[in-house]
C-alpha cells in the first residue's frame, strides 16, 4: 500500500521561503518520477515540480528559478524549496509518484498522491 505524506506547509510574508517533505513508504523503489502539484482554489490542479529518477528536475515556469525539488533516496523523502514566495503561490501543495515511469516524467500520469499540505503566502 503507496503511502505519501506532505509536511512543512504554513503561513509566511511575501519573500519568504518554506521546505516542504513528502514521505513514501509501501514501496522503496527509487527509479521512479516524483512530483509536486499545487492547487488554488477555484483553479485546476497544476504541475509545479518534478524530478525523475536520474535526479533530472523539471519546473514550471512560474515557480523556474524560485523553486528547487530535491530527493534522498536513502530516507524515501522528496522536498521541495520555496524561496522568494509570492501572494500568488498560495495553494494546496501535492505530492505525487508514478512508479510506471523513471525518466520520462509524464504531468498526467502520476497516480499515487498525498493528502496535501497548505501554503498561505501574505502580502
Known amino acids: 500500500h503507496v503511502q505519501l505524506v506532505e509536511s512543512g506547509g504554513g503561513s509566511v510574508q511575501t519573500g519568504g521561503s518554506l521546505r516542504l517533505s513528502c514521505v513514501v513508504s509501501g514501496y522503496t523503489r527509487s527509479s521512479t518520477c516524483m512530483a509536486w502539484f499545487r492547487q488554488a482554489p477555484g483553479k485546476e490542479r497544476e504541475g509545479v515540480a518534478d524530478i525523475n529518477s536520474g535526479g533530472e528536475p523539471r519546473y514550471s515556469d512560474s515557480v523556474k528559478g524560485r523553486f528547487t525539488i530535491s530527493k534522498d533516496n536513502a530516507k524515501n523523502t522528496l522536498y521541495l524549496q520555496m524561496d522568494s514566495l509570492k501572494p500568488e503561490d498560495n495553494a494546496m501543495y501535492y505530492c505525487?509518484?508514478?512508479?510506471?515511469?523513471?525518466?520520462?516524467?509524464?504531468?498526467?500520469?502520476?497516480?499515487?498522491w498525498g493528502q496535501g499540505t497548505q501554503v498561505t503566502v501574505s502580502s
Open positions: 505525487a509518484a508514478d512508479p510506471s515511469r523513471a525518466y520520462y516524467c509524464s504531468w498526467g500520469e502520476y497516480g499515487y
